[in-house]
């Protein structure tokens, strides 16, 4: 299988946002906001930063976004990293994380953080081989109150 992991430019947010959604379909909670992207939504994550997207043998098979934080624009923080159900189970994911790492090392950026709900709690160890760490100690706003905060990973990168 040939894998290419591309930047994706503005014309990919309606293609983002039905890979999103494919990918979370019977994955994740009917909550989970993956299900109910939108081109607009993913037009405002490009303007705000930027997203990959992994074609596995030319076919457009996952995505992952990423975008500055408010408060510190050299911390990154990864979003709606997703694989459609065609292509999962073949370590895929991995590009796309090998991807966004390597982009903001050379983008000169100090930090990359990633929230994950309780549901993908067994995700941690797939980003702990790619030296992310769990990082309590850094605050999520909830939703609402009935929410969980998420599980808290960072990767350090240039200090």
């Known amino acids: 299988m040939k894998i290419v992991v591309r930047e994706a430019s503005l014309e990919d ?3 983002i946002a039905e890979l999103t959604r494919q990918a979370w379909a019977d994955k994740c909670p009917p909550f989970s906001g993956g299900h109910h992207d939108t081109w607009q939504k993913v037009n405002e994550d490009l303007h705000a930063g930027g ?3 992994l074609l596995a043998d030319g076919i457009p098979a996952g995505s992952l976004r990423w ?3 408010d408060e510190d624009e050299h911390i ?3 979003r709606r990293l997703g694989i459609i159900p065609a ?3 073949q370590n895929l994911s991995q590009h796309l994380i090998e991807a966004v790492i390597h982009h903001a090392q050379l983008c000169e950026i100090d930090e990359l953080r990633l929230f994950l709900h309780h549901y993908l709690e067994p995700l941690t160890s797939l980003y702990e081989a790619y030296g992310f760490e769990l990082a309590p100690e850094i ?3 909830a939703r609402d109150s009935m929410d969980i905060s ?3 990973m960072r990767r350090i990168l240039n200090l």
């Open 87 to 89: 292509f999962c189970g």
């Open 139 to 141: 605050e999520f706003p």
């Open 76 to 78: 990154w923080k990864i």
């Open 13 to 15: 947010a309606p293609l």
């Open 67 to 69: 975008a500055p934080l």
């Open 51 to 53: 997203a990959f997207i």
């Open 150 to 152: 998420p599980i808290t």
